[in-house]
C-alpha cells in the first residue's frame, strides 16, 4: 500500500534536519520511499492520499522507558498513611499493584497505554513490564495488545526476587525471546530486571546467560534512590553499576534507567561499556528522588535517551520538563535545552537501533514510516536553527491529527483506525474496579 501526504511543513529530523514548508512524503509499504518539496514527490497510481495543510509532518516520537501496566494506577485511592519515601511508594503503591494483575488486567492495562500512545504521537515504546503474581505468559499478553494497537514495543519482565519468584522473571524472559526469534515485526524484546537492591546474584546471573544467548541486553532500574546504593554496598561491597560491570549486565544493547544517585566512577563504567542512560524526569520529581547529572553524562559521552516510567505517553512535554529540571537543578538558565532536544530526537533513535536494529526516528528514504503529523501553523518562522523551539513551546501544546506505524494509519482525523476505543474503555473501567476491590482486602 502507498500513501502520500502532502501541503504540509515537513521536518525531517536526524544529523541534518530540514524544514520544507510545503512538503510532501511518499510511503511504499513499511517504509519511507521519498520525500521533498510537494510539487516534486510524484503520487502512484492506487495511492492513498492525506492532505497535511495547517500541519506539521515528521517522525513519529519514541519512550524508551515505559510501563504500560501502569495505566491501572491512575485515579487509584492512596494508601491512608501516605508514602514518605520511595521505599514506601513502592511497597504501599506499585508493589501491591502489580502483585494483583491478571493476564486481562495486563492486556487491557496495556491496550489503554498504547491507545494513548497512539494519541500522542508515540509510535516505539520500551516497556518494562512488572506483575509478580502472574509472570509466565505475561508478555504475550502486551505482545497481543501492541499487535492490536499496532506501535512498536520492545518488551521484557522485570525479573526480582523480593517475593522468592525470581527464577520465574528469568524463565519468562527467556520463553519469550525464544518465541520471538529473529522475525521480530512490531515486537522485539529484552531481559528485564527490577533493579540491583531486590535481585540476588543467581537471578543477575541467569539473566546475563539468557541477554548473552539470545544477544539482546538488561533493562533494569539503576539508583532511581539511595537505598540502591545503600544496599548493594552493604551486601556485595560494591555500588550498583559496580556489581552490575561485575556480572558482565552492561553494555551497548542494555539500558540503564534513572541512574539519580550513581557517582563519577559509575558514569565512567557506564561511558566504558558503552552501555545506554534513559532519564525519566517528570517520575524522578514525583518520587522525590532527585534530579540525575544528565548533563554530565552527556559531557561524558554516554547516549542518554529519554522515558516518562509510566507517567504517560507525552514525549514533547517530557522533554520540555527534561529542559526545565535541568537547567533548574543546574542553577544555569544557559544549560539543558539543546540537551533534552538531543536526548529525544537524536538518542532515543540511536538506542532503539541499537537494541532493536530499527531505523525510526527520521525521515529518510528507506527509513520505516513511522510518521505523525501535528497541527500547528507557525505564528513566527520555523526553520532548522529554531525548530527545537517551536516544538518545546508550540508543537507540545498542539494536538496530533494523523498518526502511522510501520506504514499503517492508525489514527487518522484524531480518530482511531479500526479499534473500539469506547469498548475497550468501558471494560478497562471494569477491570481496574476490580482490581482496586482487591487491593482495599
Same mark, same amino acid.
Given at each position: 500500500m502507498a500513501i502520500l501526504i502532502k @501541503?504540509?511543513?515537513?521536518?525531517?529530523?536526524?544529523?541534518?534536519? %530540514?524544514?520544507?514548508?510545503?512538503g510532501a512524503l511518499l510511503i511504499e509499504g513499511e517504509k519511507i520511499k521519498e520525500f521533498g518539496p510537494t510539487n516534486?514527490?510524484?503520487?502512484?497510481?492506487? /495511492?492513498?492520499?492525506? !492532505?497535511?495543510?495547517?500541519?506539521?509532518?515528521m517522525p513519529g516520537l519514541i519512550c524508551a522507558h515505559h510501563h504500560?501496566?501502569?495505566?491501572?494506577?491512575?485515579?487509584?485511592? #492512596? #494508601?491512608?498513611?501516605?508514602?514518605?519515601?520511595?521505599?514506601?511508594? =513502592?511497597?504501599?503503591?506499585?508493589w501491591r499493584l502489580d502483585g494483583e494483575l491478571t493476564a486481562e488486567d495486563i492486556y487491557y492495562s496495556s491496550l489503554v497505554s498504547l491507545i494513548e500512545c497512539v494519541k500522542k504521537g508515540t509510535t516505539t515504546v520500551f516497556d518494562h513490564h512488572e506483575s509478580q503474581a502472574y509472570q509466565l505468559g505475561s508478555l504475550d499478553e502486551i505482545q497481543r495488545a501492541t499487535e492490536e494497537v499496532g506501535v512498536r514495543t520492545c518488551l521484557c519482565l522485570g525479573a526480582s526476587d523480593r517475593y522468592g519468584r525470581g527464577h520465574q522473571g528469568v524463565e519468562e524472559n527467556k520463553r519469550f525471546l525464544k518465541k520471538l526469534g529473529k522475525e521480530r515485526g512490531l515486537v522485539s524484546g529484552m531481559v528485564g530486571l527490577h533493579a540491583s537492591f531486590t535481585v540476588g546474584d543467581e537471578t543477575l546471573d541467569r539473566s546475563v546467560e539468557v541477554a548473552q544467548k539470545y544477544d *539482546?541486553?538488561?533493562?533494569?532500574h539503576i539508583a532511581e534512590d539511595r537505598i540502591d546504593e545503600d544496599d548493594s554496598l552493604r551486601k556485595?561491597? =560494591?555500588?550498583?553499576?559496580?556489581?552490575? /560491570?561485575?556480572?558482565?549486565?552492561?553494555?551497548?544493547?542494555?539500558?540503564?534507567?534513572?541512574?539519580?544517585?550513581?557517582?563519577?566512577?559509575? %558514569?565512567?563504567?557506564?561511558?566504558e561499556t558503552g552501555t545506554n542512560v534513559v532519564n525519566n524526569p517528570e517520575s524522578n520529581m514525583n518520587n522525590a528522588v532527585g534530579c540525575a547529572d544528565v548533563l554530565g553524562m552527556i559531557g561524558k559521552r554516554i547516549l542518554v535517551g529519554l522515558g516518562t516510567d509510566g507517567m504517560s505517553a507525552d514525549m514533547l512535554s517530557q522533554m520540555r520538563v527534561a529542559y526545565m529540571i535541568y537547567r533548574?537543578?543546574?542553577? !544555569?538558565?544557559?544549560?539543558?535545552?539543546?540537551? /533534552?532536544?538531543?536526548?529525544?530526537?537524536? @538518542?532515543?533513535?540511536?538506542?532503539?537501533?541499537?537494541?532493536?536494529?530499527?531505523?525510526?526516528?527520521?525521515?529518510? %528514504?528507506?527509513?520505516? +514510516? !513511522?510518521i505523525i503529523l501535528i497541527d500547528y501553523s507557525p505564528p513566527t518562522p520555523l526553520h532548522p536553527q529554531n525548530l527545537l523551539?517551536?516544538? +518545546?513551546?508550540?508543537?507540545?501544546?498542539?494536538?496530533? !491529527?494523523?498518526?502511522? *506505524? @510501520?506504514?499503517?494509519? =492508525?489514527?487518522?482525523?484524531?480518530?482511531?483506525?479500526?479499534?473500539d476505543e469506547e469498548r475497550i474503555t468501558q471494560k478497562s473501567k471494569e477491570l481496574s474496579r476490580k482490581l482496586w476491590e482487591r487491593l482495599s482486602c
Open positions: @501541503n504540509g511543513i515537513l521536518i525531517t529530523l536526524g544529523e541534518r534536519a %530540514q524544514v520544507l514548508e510545503n516534486k514527490v510524484r503520487k502512484p497510481a492506487g /495511492a492513498e492520499e492525506i !492532505d497535511a495543510s495547517g500541519k506539521v509532518i504500560l501496566y501502569s495505566a491501572f494506577a491512575r485515579g487509584m485511592k #492512596p #494508601p491512608r498513611e501516605p508514602a514518605k519515601d520511595f521505599k514506601e511508594i =513502592l511497597e504501599k503503591i506499585w *539482546c541486553g538488561i533493562h533494569l556485595y561491597g =560494591l555500588r550498583v553499576v559496580e556489581r552490575l /560491570a561485575k556480572h558482565s549486565a552492561l553494555g551497548e544493547k542494555s539500558i540503564a534507567v534513572h541512574c539519580v544517585n550513581i557517582d563519577e566512577r559509575e %558514569q565512567d563504567i557506564l561511558m533548574h537543578s543546574a542553577g !544555569d538558565p544557559r544549560v539543558g535545552f539543546s540537551e /533534552a532536544g538531543e536526548m529525544l530526537f537524536k @538518542n532515543n533513535p540511536e538506542i532503539t537501533k541499537r537494541i532493536t536494529g530499527w531505523k525510526v526516528g527520521r525521515i529518510e %528514504q528507506g527509513w520505516l +514510516a !513511522d523551539g517551536h516544538l +518545546a513551546f508550540g508543537m507540545v501544546n498542539s494536538s496530533v !491529527d494523523t498518526t502511522i *506505524c @510501520n506504514g499503517k494509519i =492508525l489514527m487518522r482525523n484524531k480518530r482511531l483506525v479500526g479499534m
